[in-house]
């Protein structure tokens, strides 16, 4: 009896000991991961287009239409696969299209959401993921010149758009990605014209598949 009592004990001693020892410190990885997400899919998504409905898409484009948006960009894509968040009004016209681009700055990486309008000129520039250190990221004015650009030659680093200085990396990276977002906007969804339809609607669906890495968005 006396053994069985000082077993009960025992355990419950333990048992109190492991309620009270200190939940297990967060890692300075987890930390930081935390860190580098500033804004969600979601979120960037309502800051673009607002209560407009968006649907996520998948494009495949065919050799020619890849040629011409490097052309375009001034660069090789990485991918031939696009997903396009699609944003239409109620009565199904083409409001916009979201082009979400992860790449790397310095040695991390970063997620910038480029919205375009019916017409290829740029809505906004959102910053969702900077894995770099804070002092590299720009301030909003920086990404606020990109509001209207329209693909040309002009958009340029210290051209439409001014360098930060410090953010050199930064900067070039944003006025990149931009320029992919508008080149695979000009191919895939070709402003429309008069008394035509010119959104793309020949793609297929969305897939519903998280974002992924890539220049050609998540």
Not at 17 to 34: D, I, N
Not at 39 to 50: D, I, K, R, T
Not at 98 to 120: N, S
Not at 175 to 204: I, N, W
């Amino acid at each position: 009896m006396l053994r069985t009592s000082l077993t009960l004990v025992g355990l419950l001693a333990c048992a109190l000991l492991c309620l009270s020892a200190p939940a297990p410190a967060t890692t300075h990885t987890q930390v930081q991961r935390a860190a580098d997400v500033r804004l969600s899919v979601a979120e960037a998504l309502e800051l673009a287009f607002g209560s407009s409905e968006v649907t996520k898409e998948t494009r495949y484009l065919d050799e020619n239409q890849r040629a011409r948006a490097e052309e375009l960009a001034g660069e090789e894509l990485a991918s031939a696969v696009a997903r396009p968040y699609v944003a239409r009004d109620a009565d199904g016209a083409l409001v916009g299209v979201a082009w979400f681009d992860t790449h790397q700055v310095r040695t991390k990486r970063e997620t910038l959401m480029t919205a375009v309008d019916a017409r290829g000129r740029v809505l906004r520039v959102e910053v969702l993921a900077f894995a770099e250190p804070s002092r590299y990221l720009p301030k909003a004015t920086f990404y606020e010149q990109f509001q209207g650009e329209e693909l040309d030659d002009e958009l340029v680093l210290d051209g439409d758009v001014r360098n930060v200085a410090g953010a050199t990396m930064t900067s070039r990276a944003t006025v990149e990605a931009a320029r992919r977002a508008l080149a695979l906007h000009a191919v895939l969804f070709p402003p429309a014209a008069d008394g035509e339809e010119g959104d793309g609607e020949d793609g297929d669906g969305g897939d519903g598949a998280e974002p992924t890495d890539g220049p050609l968005g998540p």
